[in-house]
């Protein structure tokens, strides 16, 4: 009986985390994507600085496309359909922004001579002038809760899995 209230203990606290990591990175790409959708100009100026895309067709896309795409992915996290796929877009998505972000924030810390953690500037985020290093950590946080998601335990194969194996 106790194994029992522990498997099921343990599959709510799993279904909580996945639950909130879906909501947490919904909302955060929602709003960050809607900001970046109502201010595309502002978006296309921000992405032409990191001097990564040469044609202004593909700068013009990228400023269009993009932010509804986040919108997309968020609202199918907050609706838990196509978690793990949405979680596999969003790390596709993260990690190379991430190391843009650092990139950019090395230089201008190089060119400037300043400590690395005084550092701000608009990354393209949405959330207008951000401190490096409190980005970097955020950017991180999103990327672990997309990796819990991609890889959790609240998916139908893991809980036959633990149902089947002895204990």
């Known amino acids: 009986m106790k194994d029992r209230a522990t498997f099921i203990s343990s599959m709510l606290s799993h279904k909580l985390v996945g639950v909130l990591a879906r909501w947490i990175l919904g909302t955060v790409f929602v709003y960050m994507g809607l900001v970046k959708a109502f201010h595309p100009v502002d978006f296309l100026k921000i992405i032409r600085e990191y001097n990564m895309v040469e044609s202004h067709v593909a700068l013009n896309f990228i400023a269009a496309a993009l932010p509804w795409f986040e919108v997309l992915c968020g609202?199918?996290?907050?609706g838990g359909i196509?978690?793990?796929?949405?979680?596999?877009?969003?790390?596709?998505?993260?990690?190379?922004?991430?190391?843009?972000?650092?990139s950019r924030a090395m230089d201008i810390h190089t060119a400037n001579a300043i400590p690395f953690c005084a550092v701000r500037f608009d990354c393209g985020c949405g959330a207008g002038e951000v401190i490096i290093c409190h980005k970097l950590l955020e950017n991180a946080f999103l990327i672990l809760l997309s990796t819990l998601l991609?890889?959790?335990?609240?998916?139908?194969?893991?809980?036959?899995?633990d149902l089947i194996s002895p204990r």
């Open 75 to 78: 609202l199918l996290l907050l």
């Open 82 to 102: 196509a978690v793990r796929g949405s979680a596999l877009i969003l790390i596709a998505m993260l990690v190379p922004f991430t190391m843009s972000v650092l």
């Open 150 to 161: 991609l890889v959790g335990h609240d998916h139908a194969w893991c809980l036959r899995r």
